[in-house]
């Protein structure tokens, strides 16, 4: 769905969330945001090409800790599904799911939860499972305690 179908549908759906603009790059992201206070964001494939959309959900973690962010997948492939959690997407859905899993995703990660699937999930949790471990803080002053 185009973004201007996506944003005319949210604002007339059962959502009751404001619509607070629609934009397809970057550069209408930030002029969105910052005249605009929003909780959630809805960031899909952009105008400013392939990959765009993860950068710019980084900087928007950065810049907006607040601002709770979906990302709208083209593909469900694992490294998509892993890249948009790690770029700090908190809802993950196919750009084919149905409009009402959509809207129901938008409510939950207003309400502070966290929207993916069992596959995506997976995904995620098999990213993690081979992160070599990170010691602990008692492991670190232990370390730089032991004599040279």
Wanted: charged letters at 25%; aromatic letters at 6%; proline letters at 3%.
């Amino acid at each position: 769905m185009n973004s201007e179908l996506m944003t005319a549908a949210l604002r007339r759906s059962r959502c009751r969330k404001e619509v607070t603009g629609c934009t397809t790059d970057r550069t209408g992201i930030r002029s969105i945001l910052n005249k605009k206070e929003a909780s959630v964001a809805l960031i899909g494939a952009l105008k400013d090409g392939p990959g765009v959309a993860f950068d710019v959900t980084r900087e928007l973690r950065a810049s907006y800790p607040a601002l709770s962010i979906i990302m709208l997948l083209d593909s469900m492939k694992r490294s998509a599904v892993v890249d948009a959690f790690r770029a700090g997407a908190v809802g993950i859905l196919s750009r084919n799911e149905h409009f009402n899993v959509l809207c129901k995703s938008i409510q939950s990660i207003h309400q502070g939860q966290v929207w993916a699937g069992s596959k995506v999930l997976r995904f995620a949790l098999e990213a993690l499972a081979q992160l070599p471990s990170v010691p602990n803080f008692r492991e670190i002053r232990r370390r730089r305690q032991r004599p040279y």
